[in-house]
């Protein structure tokens, strides 16, 4: 075939393609997500960013099989104007090739990529938990990425250990040296857990910096932004405040539920309080939800219950959180964002986006085969979610 019929026919198989995807008007969840081109969405752990009139997906692209586990291509990105049809826009950050000695090379550990705006900068700034290869999860580090433009290419800028040299705030003088013995406490009992939330793991990690695994970003109405990591092998949630170009940490710190086990951060703020969702910590299998509210980002944070209710609420559903997206243009209305893993084949993994309620402090999820942004029309969120 000449190049110019070659070209024609390829255009004209997409168009066909695209043409047979048929147009989403709702939410389904659990279901394949197909995007513009008929693929199932490839964008786990993701998080969303609205800018310009458009949302931007950013997820862990997966491959077939165990391998896919690991970051064997980057971070894929999406676009859509209504959230429910999504059309792919690449790769935004691909990894450096086998062998390059690049801290995102091929085989690392890339996951739950956040991006935000700086608007100082004028920079679109992406966040993620790193693990270095070859390492499993030793490394616990957090790694950024910039961009001029939301749908990339990010140029890879960095690693850290947060707070490293830095105490979080209100921690006692007593609590910045070694207890005798305290190497030698048994895990979960009263004397360890005290430990714990007195400093056990924060003295042993200040030198390098605190340990960052599962993590999210969080912009507040003033422009500040926040790094939300579970830490301290995952047995307490970190929060950190970026620096104004949102690269960096400024060193003023904090601790969340110490010795609560918490990962799978997603916060969102509604009138005047924070609300955070975490998951418990159990590998790949899913559990049931936690959430905690708080009147400063520093805390005091206060548990409250499971947000799910109803059948499966036990497993959230058989998903864990990964973001709460404002939607545009609708007040107080937040997406609980999760994924359903799948291990053995990554790349078929599911998403579970749901209408996130509210009754009084405690957030609210029930489970909706099929459901549309009216929900949040409704004088209660979920009234309009059809079982």
Known sequence: MKPLLLLGALALAGSLAQAQTPRRTAFEPGQPWPDNHGVHLNAHGAGALYDHGRYYLFGE????????????????????????????????????????????????????????YNKKTGQYVMWFHLELKGQGYAAARTAVAVASRPTGPYRYVRSYRPGAGQWPLGFWEEWKQPRPGEADLKWWTPAWRQAVAEGLFVRRDFTPGQMARDMTIFVDDDGRAYHISASEENLTLHVAELTDDYQGFTGKWNTIAPAGHNEAPALCKKDGKY???????????????????????????????????????????????????PVAGRKDAFIFMADRWTPKNPIAGGYIWLPLGFEGDQPRLRWADRWTLGAFDQPKANSSVSQ
């Open 61 to 116: 692209h997966k491959i077939a099989g165990p391998k896919g586990n690991s970051a064997q291509v980057g971070v894929h990105c999406y676009s859509s104007k209504d959230l429910y049809n999504w059309q792919d826009e690449g790769i935004a950050l691909a990894v450096a090739p086998a062998g390059s000695g690049s801290e995102i090379e091929k085989g690392c550990v890339l996951e739950r990529p956040k991006v935000v």
């Open 275 to 325: 609300y955070l969702i975490t998951s418990g910590c159990t590998g790949w299998a899913p559990n049931a939800a936690r959430s905690f509210v708080a009147s400063s980002i520093w805390g005091p944070w206060r548990q409250l219950a499971n947000p799910a209710v109803g059948p499966e609420a036990d497993s959230t559903f058989r998903s864990q959180s990964t973001y709460l997206l």
